[in-house]
């Protein structure tokens, strides 16, 4: 198994009264509640606990990529990534990631995941998500109905940026380029493993088994809503003939690790409620514009999402209502542990991206449920898909010779390790 | 008043429905981003005049092709393809709302193939002083206030009658607009504005700028706007009518129309 600690970096100042006065916490979130240099703190205590995440021995470490989001502090999550490769230098530094069609010319990111994987030794974990309707159409005005066209040949770009070795003409329908040649190339070959955050149709499936690309499910109602949603995945593996490796897919799971249950409580329904009634609170309207999502997958769920009761669910659940309904994962480590394992074999993964930072949740806490996790749940988990212990292909392949935050360039020299 | 319904299929292979009726100098009309009601009083009135050709764009009715299409200049030549594949000769052209900015790029790409302009509360500028709201992101129940002076009535034609409570109606009503609204996005999204302001001065044929006095989605200030770009352009606002001017005073802007196509 493979641990990823993730940040969201939720805002984690926004008043008690935000549901009833503010419209949506995405797009037009009124952006007076951001206060710059309460910021400067918040930067820094996420990125700090996201360090801690290393020491304390998790696989990776996770940043993604959102838009005028109160959730979200980073609309370029390569610039954390950046400052994080620099004072680490075992994790992976997972980034889920750049949306495609939103960088203009996305060769920007084959260059930048090019420089972090350099930078940080080959620890890069590099995930291309079509992006949510939000960032994509609402906050960068992509036209809806021809998104997954514009992202699906930025793809092909970067990819073949990573792959060629001469300079190469690039005629696309929304990027034309005469000179593609990609400096710096990445250390990791052919190419940094490929995460793709998706939702449940069959074209975002088959685009990861095309491609052999990581499929990770990214949603915030946990593991039991998840399932039926992953058994769809793996029934279209098993069609394309496919190995069934755990490691192809990922997924994201709110936890919360106290001492008891009921500590569990008494330490984090304050922040689980902050995060599921106040960060997200979306504004309908914004949550799929129309043409984002095809009318064949409309067909599927429309219904659900579009139903009042949909819209005013989260803030009507209850602790024990988020926990039994296992949107998020919480208790004793024996509770947690026991949860992790069903929803580990239940959906078949072999990543976990952890969130265990949640909604405005302090930095002791954080640390505390963090520190749980890895020391008395995280080392019964490690060794449940023995069959696939050697499957590495999902993940990082760092450079062995690479520097330690703690030494530096000038203890490369000394070892001989660089030729300075 | 009869109306035919033909199917036609232009040059690039787009397959659209047009509706036909009376007889006189031919009028075509492209429908706005919400696509034709049900019931359109308005083309029946005019057809007691005039040759009408309602066509429906591709992804709205019955019409397809709507993969053919991916930007304004696809619109506007698919604009003329259907003009072309239903035989007519320098037809008067009318267009509302998205069908207004269309048939406007049309006129200044051929200015001497159509005899006279109509454009009812026309999408295609932009005054950033008097933005137009977002109606991609309405939800629903939303549509009707921004649309119509008078809500009520107006919720009634949108839907046509359908109870936007049932989960079932909700859903024929959301995937249809999706449907529509997503081609619609081709050329409105995420700003209407394809610059049409810088082509408007070609225009040669004689223009009617209509506009319901009560616009909440295009206010009234952009009939000034088109009236200032465009070479030959007279205005006439409605009173008691919104964005929705032809379906909310269909007698006003019928005499409207008719007094200046003659």
Same mark, same amino acid.
């Given at each position: 198994?493979?641990?990823?600690?993730?940040?969201?970096?939720?805002?984690?100042?926004?008043?008690?009264?935000?549901?009833?006065?503010?419209?949506?916490?995405?797009?037009?979130?009124?952006?007076?509640?951001?206060?710059?240099?309460?910021?400067?703190?918040?930067?820094?205590?996420?990125?700090?606990?996201?360090?801690?995440?290393?020491?304390?021995?998790?696989?990776?470490?996770?940043?993604?990529?959102?838009?005028?989001?109160?959730?979200?502090?980073?609309?370029?999550?390569?610039?954390?990534?950046?400052?994080?490769?620099?004072?680490?230098?075992?994790?992976?530094?997972?980034?889920?990631?750049?949306?495609?069609?939103?960088?203009?010319?996305?060769?920007?990111?084959?260059?930048?995941?090019?420089?972090?994987?350099?930078?940080?030794?080959?620890?890069?974990?590099?995930?291309?998500?079509?992006?949510?309707?939000?960032?994509?159409?609402?906050?960068?005005?992509?036209?809806?109905?021809?998104?997954?066209?514009?992202?699906?040949?930025?793809?092909?770009?970067?990819?073949?940026?990573?792959?060629?070795?001469?300079?190469?003409?690039?005629?696309?329908?929304?990027?034309?380029?005469?000179?593609?040649?990609?400096?710096?190339?990445?250390?990791?070959?052919?190419?940094?493993?490929?995460?793709?955050?998706?939702?449940?149709?069959?074209?975002?499936?088959?685009?990861?088994?095309?491609?052999?690309?990581?499929?990770?499910?990214?949603?915030?109602?946990?593991?039991?809503?998840?399932?039926?949603?992953?058994?769809?995945?793996?029934?279209?593996?098993?069609?394309?003939?496919?190995?069934?490796?755990?490691?192809?897919?990922?997924?994201?799971?709110?936890?919360?690790?106290?001492?008891?249950?009921?500590?569990?409580?008494?330490?984090?329904?304050?922040?689980?409620?902050?995060?599921?009634?106040?960060?997200?609170?979306?504004?309908?309207?914004?949550?799929?514009?129309?043409?984002?999502?095809?009318?064949?997958?409309?067909?599927?769920?429309?219904?659900?999402?579009?139903?009042?009761?949909?819209?005013?669910?989260?803030?009507?659940?209850?602790?024990?209502?988020?926990?039994?309904?296992?949107?998020?994962?919480?208790?004793?480590?024996?509770?947690?542990?026991?949860?992790?394992?069903?929803?580990?074999?239940?959906?078949?993964?072999?990543?976990?991206?952890?969130?265990?930072?949640?909604?405005?949740?302090?930095?002791?806490?954080?640390?505390?449920?963090?520190?749980?996790?890895?020391?008395?749940?995280?080392?019964?988990?490690?060794?449940?898909?023995?069959?696939?212990?050697?499957?590495?292909?999902?993940?990082?392949?760092?450079?062995?010779?690479?520097?330690?935050?703690?030494?530096?360039?000038?203890?490369?020299?000394?070892?001989?390790?660089?030729?300075? | 008043?009869?109306?035919?319904?033909?199917?036609?299929?232009?040059?690039?292979?787009?397959?659209?429905?047009?509706?036909?009726?009376?007889?006189?100098?031919?009028?075509?009309?492209?429908?706005?981003? !919400? #696509? %034709?009601?049900?019931? =359109? $009083?308005?083309?029946? +009135?005019?057809?007691?005049?005039?040759?009408?050709?309602?066509?429906?764009?591709?992804?709205?009715?019955?019409?397809?092709?709507?993969?053919?299409?991916?930007?304004?200049?696809?619109?506007?030549?698919?604009?003329?393809?259907?003009?072309?594949?239903?035989?007519?000769?320098?037809?008067?052209?009318?267009?509302?709302?998205?069908?207004?900015?269309?048939?406007?790029?049309?006129?200044?790409?051929?200015?001497?193939?159509?005899?006279?302009?109509?454009?009812?509360?026309?999408?295609?500028?932009?005054?950033?002083?008097?933005?137009?709201?977002?109606?991609?992101?309405?939800?629903?129940?939303?549509?009707?206030?921004?649309?119509?002076?008078?809500?009520?009535?107006?919720?009634?034609?949108?839907? !046509? #009658? %359908?109870?936007?409570? =049932? $989960?079932?109606?909700? +859903?024929?009503?959301?995937?249809?607009?999706?449907?529509?609204?997503?081609?619609?996005?081709?050329?409105?999204?995420?700003?209407?504005?394809?610059?049409?302001?810088?082509?408007?001065?070609?225009?040669?044929?004689?223009?009617?700028?209509?506009?319901?006095?009560?616009?909440?989605?295009?206010?009234?200030?952009?009939?000034?706007?088109?009236?200032?770009?465009?070479?030959?352009?007279?205005?006439?606002?409605?009173?008691?009518?919104?964005?929705?001017?032809?379906?909310?005073?269909?007698?006003?802007?019928?005499?409207?129309?008719?007094?200046?196509?003659?």
């Amino acid at each position: 198994m493979k641990f990823t600690w993730f940040n969201l970096m939720p805002w984690p100042y926004l008043p008690d009264d935000f549901r009833e006065k503010h419209h949506s916490v995405w797009v037009d979130i009124p952006n007076t509640l951001y206060d710059p240099q309460k910021g400067h703190f918040v930067y820094h205590q996420y990125m700090d606990q996201l360090e801690y995440a290393e020491a304390l021995g998790f696989d990776g470490i996770g940043c993604n990529e959102h838009h005028q989001n109160g959730y979200g502090l980073m609309p370029s999550p390569n610039i954390i990534a950046a400052g994080l490769a620099r004072r680490t230098s075992k994790a992976a530094i997972a980034v889920i990631g750049n949306s495609l069609a939103l960088y203009n010319p996305p060769i920007r990111v084959a260059e930048e995941f090019a420089m972090l994987d350099v930078i940080s030794g080959g620890r890069l974990l590099a995930g291309f998500p079509v992006g949510t309707s939000m960032d994509t159409n609402y906050c960068y005005g992509q036209i809806p109905a021809l998104t997954r066209e514009k992202y699906a040949e930025a793809h092909e770009l970067v990819m073949r940026a990573w792959h060629e070795d001469k300079p190469f003409a690039f005629d696309g329908k929304y990027n034309q380029l005469r000179h593609v040649n990609l400096w710096p190339k990445p250390i990791q070959k052919p190419n940094p493993p490929i995460y793709i955050p998706g939702g449940g149709s069959i074209e975002t499936w088959d685009f990861c088994l095309d491609n052999d690309h990581n499929y990770s499910y990214l949603s915030f109602t946990g593991y039991l809503r998840g399932k039926k949603l992953l058994d769809g995945y793996w029934d279209r593996v098993a069609k394309r003939g496919k190995d069934e490796s755990p490691y192809r897919a990922a997924f994201a799971q709110t936890i919360c690790v106290a001492d008891t249950d009921a500590e569990a409580e008494k330490l984090y329904a304050e922040h689980v409620n902050y995060f599921y009634n106040r960060c997200l609170h979306i504004y309908g309207g914004f949550a799929d514009a129309p043409g984002y999502r095809t009318i064949k997958t409309l067909q599927a769920d429309v219904v659900n999402a579009l139903s009042e009761d949909m819209q005013n669910l989260f803030p009507s659940l209850s602790w024990k209502d988020l926990v039994d309904g296992g949107y998020v994962i919480a208790g004793s480590p024996e509770t947690v542990r026991h949860r992790m394992e069903d929803l580990i074999k239940g959906l078949h993964v072999g990543h976990i991206f952890c969130l265990l930072h949640v909604g405005n949740m302090p930095d002791w806490k954080t640390r505390h449920s963090s520190k749980l996790f890895a020391e008395k749940v995280m080392p019964h988990l490690r060794n449940m898909w023995p069959e696939w212990k050697d499957d590495n292909r999902w993940w990082c392949n760092p450079m062995e010779t690479r520097l330690q935050p703690e030494h530096g360039v000038e203890k490369a020299r000394q070892d001989g390790r660089i030729p300075l | 008043m009869s109306v035919n319904m033909q199917k036609i299929e232009t040059k690039r292979g787009a397959k659209v429905r047009v509706f036909e009726a009376g007889s006189g100098a031919p009028l075509v009309f492209m429908h706005g981003a !919400g #696509g %034709l009601f049900p019931q =359109n $009083p308005f083309l029946d +009135k005019l057809a007691e005049r005039y040759h009408v050709y309602a066509t429906e764009f591709p992804a709205y009715g019955e019409s397809t092709g709507e993969e053919l299409l991916e930007d304004m200049q696809d619109f506007a030549l698919h604009g003329w393809d259907v003009i072309t594949a239903l035989g007519l000769t320098k037809p008067h052209i009318m267009g509302h709302s998205m069908g207004g900015m269309i048939a406007a790029e049309m006129a200044c790409l051929a200015p001497n193939d159509l005899t006279k302009l109509v454009l009812v509360a026309s999408a295609g500028l932009w005054i950033g002083e008097h933005p137009i709201p977002d109606i991609f992101s309405f939800l629903p129940h939303e549509f009707a206030q921004y649309l119509f002076h008078d809500r009520t009535q107006g919720e009634a034609m949108l839907t !046509g #009658g %359908l109870d936007l409570k =049932n $989960p079932e109606a909700l +859903k024929e009503f959301y995937i249809g607009n999706s449907k529509r609204l997503s081609m619609a996005g081709k050329i409105l999204f995420p700003i209407p504005n394809r610059r049409l302001s810088k082509r408007l001065y070609r225009l040669t044929a004689p223009t009617l700028v209509v506009w319901g006095k009560s616009d909440k989605l295009i206010p009234p200030v952009y009939a000034d706007r088109f009236k200032a770009l465009i070479p030959q352009a007279e205005v006439v606002q409605i009173a008691e009518a919104g964005h929705m001017v032809p379906y909310e005073q269909p007698e006003a802007f019928v005499a409207a129309v008719t007094r200046f196509l003659g």
